[in-house]
T-cell receptor
Framework: GAGVSQSPSNKVTEKGKDVELRCDPI?????LYWYRQSLGQGLEFLIY????????KSGLPSDRFSAERTGGSVSTLTIQRTQQEDSAVYLC???????????FGPGTRLTVL | GQQLNQSPQSMFIQEGEDVSMNCTSS?????WLWYKQDPGEGPVLLIA?????ELTSNGRLTAQFGITRKDSFLNISASIPSDVGIYFC???????????FGTGTRLTVIP
């Protein structure tokens, strides 16, 4: 079946603008995660959704970052008033309810000029 | 915060050689996962380990969940050019929803 998809694949924006990144998880997966990967680095956890439970936002770096998940499926990560340090690859992953094994999308490469 | 030490940071090997990389954590993990990431792609799951002492193979790849639950290794046998990429260990410490990732091992295979 289809894997995790993300859009856009690349986004270039100017400092101060808002951006929205989209993630479509694997059908039937109840858990959805957002991670950030800076150049040459490992992955940094941002936020986690599980079913209808309140999201775990403990990894969000500032209040400029927010995410929502509509209907238990598609998720949008929003970054307001983007800064140059926000430039990174933003990766989405999904898993079944146990959450042990996460499957990743191809990522969105964000460049803030 | 959670510390995952992955080594080596990079490796240059001849095609056909075996490769070994490992990860250690500062606390007990409930799962260990190994991912491979190619340029411009998301990480792809290679092997998942769920029990201490578990040894699992996937083709030329073999990984083990350390008995102390604080370490894991990945071996690649008879390397080929398409093994090139960055390998990440990852795992769930007790009580965590998200995965914690190592800093990666960049593998270069020389034909």
């Amino acid at each position: 079946g289809a894997g995790v998809s993300q859009s856009p694949s690349n986004k270039v924006t100017e400092k101060g603008k808002d951006v929205e990144l989209r993630c479509d998880p694997i059908s039937g997966h109840t858990a959805l995660y957002w991670y950030r990967q800076s150049l040459g680095q490992g992955l940094e956890f941002l936020i986690y959704f599980q079913g209808n439970s309140a999201p775990d936002k403990s990894g969000l770096p500032s209040d400029r970052f927010s995410a929502e998940r509509t209907g238990g499926s598609v998720s949008t990560l929003t970054i307001q008033r983007t800064q140059q340090e926000d430039s990174a690859v933003y990766l989405c992953a999904s898993s079944d309810s146990r959450g042990y094994t996460q499957y990743f999308g191809p990522g969105t490469r964000l460049t803030v000029l | 915060g959670q510390q995952l030490n992955q080594s080596p940071q990079s490796m240059f090997i001849q095609e056909g050689e075996d490769v070994s990389m490992n990860c250690t954590s500062s606390s007990i993990f409930n799962t260990w996962l190994w991912y491979k990431q190619d340029p411009g792609e998301g990480p792809v799951l290679l092997i998942a380990l769920y029990k201490a002492g578990e040894l699992t193979s996937n083709g030329r790849l073999t990984a083990q969940f350390g008995i102390t639950r604080k370490d894991s290794f990945l071996n690649i046998s008879a390397s080929i050019p398409s093994d090139v990429g960055i390998y990440f260990c990852a795992g769930h410490p007790t009580g965590a929803n998200n995965l914690f990732f190592g800093t990666g091992t960049r593998l270069t295979v020389i034909p």
